[in-house]
């Protein structure tokens, strides 16, 4: 199904690391990009990483650094591979996939919550 999948949030300590992934079946010809979003309680969903089919990211400025997005387009699976992670990095994380039609699939969503 093109509607992503995400998996691998969890709860970490300070300073630990995770790695989410976003599993879609959406096909590389219609594939435009993947991105990671957060919603932290309380607060609008955020952008976290972005990836673009040519390979070009961008970043949160408060994850830069600290959080790494790749794709591999085989597998057709994305990553978040976050280290370093602080309490503030806490809240539901967000998979959304984008066509070449402007068509945006979003994920259920999973937790991360980070204990200081």
């Known amino acids: 199904q093109v509607q992503p999948v995400e998996s691998g949030g969890g709860l970490v300590q300070d300073g630990e690391s995770l790695r989410l992934t976003c599993a879609s079946s959406?096909?590389?010809?219609?594939?435009?990009?993947m991105g990671w979003y957060r919603q932290a309680p309380g607060k609008q969903r955020e952008l976290v990483a972005r990836?673009?089919?040519?390979?070009?990211?961008n970043y949160a400025d408060s994850v830069k650094g600290r959080f790494t997005i790749s794709r591999d387009n085989t597998r057709k699976t994305g990553f978040l591979q976050m280290n370093s992670l602080k309490p503030e990095d806490t809240g539901v994380y967000y998979c959304?996939?984008?066509?070449?039609?402007?068509?945006?699939?979003w994920g259920q969503g999973t937790q991360v919550i980070v204990s200081s």
């Open positions: 959304k996939i984008e066509d070449q039609l402007g068509n945006n699939y």
């Open positions: 959406i096909s590389s010809f219609i594939f435009n990009a």
């Open positions: 990836m673009t089919r040519n390979g070009s990211t």
